[in-house]
């Protein structure tokens, strides 16, 4: 089966930047779609991006539209979420996800956190004012 662990969140101040990884072992996931999803505090989790099998396509949330960017590199088994112009708002747990079910259609990007059967223990990230 499939291990995920994210790591490189951290502290940052208002208008920053970072990048966050999510690592897997066990199996590549070079052929199962990807997404990352954030809980902050007293509120569910939610869908922040994807990204189909193949990294030809990705999908995200209204609120991160613009200024999120997820990406991966199959050779490194390894998934990323560039964040750029960070605000309060999105401070939250982050989460990576992967989902192993067989499709051929190329462009499939799941939306909902159901659809995704492995989940990485997060990463914090606090944006401070």
């Known amino acids: 089966q499939v291990q995920l662990v994210e790591s490189g969140g951290g502290l940052v101040q208002a208008g920053g930047s970072l990048r966050v990884s999510c690592a897997a072992s066990?199996?590549?996931?070079?052929?199962?779609?990807m997404g990352w999803f954030r809980q902050a505090p007293m509120k569910e989790r939610e869908f922040v991006a994807a990204?189909?099998?193949?990294?030809?396509?990705?999908v995200y949330a209204d609120s991160v539209k613009g200024r999120f960017t997820i990406s991966r590199d199959n050779a490194k088994n390894t998934v990323y979420l560039q964040m750029n112009s960070l605000q309060p708002e999105d401070t939250a747990v982050y989460y990576c996800?992967?989902?192993?079910?067989?499709?051929?259609?190329?462009?499939?990007?799941?939306?909902?956190?159901?659809?995704?059967?492995?989940w990485g223990q997060g990463t914090q990230l606090t944006v401070s004012s």
């Open positions: 996800a992967a989902d192993s079910s067989v499709s051929r259609v190329d462009d499939y990007r799941p939306l909902k956190d159901w659809q995704y059967d492995y």
């Open positions: 066990g199996r590549t996931v070079s052929s199962y779609a």
């Open positions: 990204i189909s099998w193949s990294g030809g396509y990705t």
